[in-house]
């Protein structure tokens, strides 16, 4: 089974801006839709966004609505999150995970997650 | 949005104990209701899919039930790779929602 990676967590400034990547290696993400999860320091798992396979379908948790935007490049097998107006809230591991064998239409389970990559906010 | 509310929040426990965890759905989720292992410093790892699938490589003693709205992860023996922070989540629908997770601890 192949590989997630997800990079370019950092220290920032409340209302900067952070783009997060997903690289797949030994992989095919354009088979996949994919998921960003985060989770602050000694919290639960919670869902950021998803975005289908093809890179029509975008869907995002409303307490990142308007400030993130999930995009991605299949000929880079590459999954982004843009993170913009960073907020303290916002700090966290974030996870990047593809899609496993069962969704309920667009809504999936993932079966495979990468390592995270760290997000800090502070002033 | 549907609510996972997952109990009890933490556990103690020895090797060879027989564990369950639960999950309510606050509303309907059919068998839309995957479960995840975690370990610190580490990202979660698939363990079942609608409601009681096995991911791939997953050992037997972990079972998942459902009865409506109510979910169960079992592990019929506990092992010491075991001891961890368990979660379920629904992706019945859009928001997907996590239960705030349950940790398995050493006795």
């Known amino acids: 089974e192949g590989q997630l990676s997800a990079s370019g967590g950092g220290l920032v400034h409340p209302g900067d801006s952070l783009r997060l990547s997903c690289a797949a290696s030994?992989?095919?993400?354009?088979?996949?839709?994919m998921t960003w999860v985060r989770q602050a320091p000694g919290k639960a798992l919670e869902w950021v966004s998803s975005?289908?396979?093809?890179?029509?379908?975008?869907y995002y948790a409303d307490s990142v609505k308007g400030r993130f935007t999930v995009s991605r490049d299949n000929a880079r097998n590459t999954v982004y999150l843009q993170m913009n107006s960073l907020r303290v809230e916002d700090a966290g591991e974030y996870f990047c995970?593809?899609?496993?064998?069962?969704?309920?239409?667009?809504?999936?389970?993932?079966?495979?997650w990468g390592q995270g990559t760290l997000v800090t906010v502070s002033s | 949005d549907i609510q996972m509310t997952q109990s009890p929040p933490s556990l103690s426990a020895s090797v060879g104990d027989r564990v369950t965890i639960t999950c309510r759905a606050s509303?309907?989720?059919?068998?839309?209701l995957a479960w995840f292992q975690q370990k610190p410093g580490k990202a979660p790892k698939a363990l079942i899919y609608?409601?009681?699938t096995l991911q791939s490589g997953v050992p037997s003693r972990f079972t998942g039930t459902r009865v409506g709205t109510d979910f169960t992860l079992t592990i019929s023996s506990l092992q010491p790779d075991d001891f961890a922070t368990y979660y379920c989540?629904?992706?019945?629908?859009?928001?997907?929602?996590f239960g705030g997770g349950t940790k398995v601890e050493i006795e």
């Open positions: 989540q629904q992706y019945h629908s859009y928001p997907l929602t």
């Open positions: 030994g992989l095919t993400l354009r088979d996949y839709s």
């Open positions: 609608v409601s009681s």
């Open positions: 975005i289908s396979s093809g890179g029509t379908n975008k």
């Open positions: 509303q309907n989720v059919g068998k839309y």
């Open positions: 995970a593809k899609r496993g064998p069962s969704c309920n239409g667009d809504s999936c389970y993932s079966d495979h």
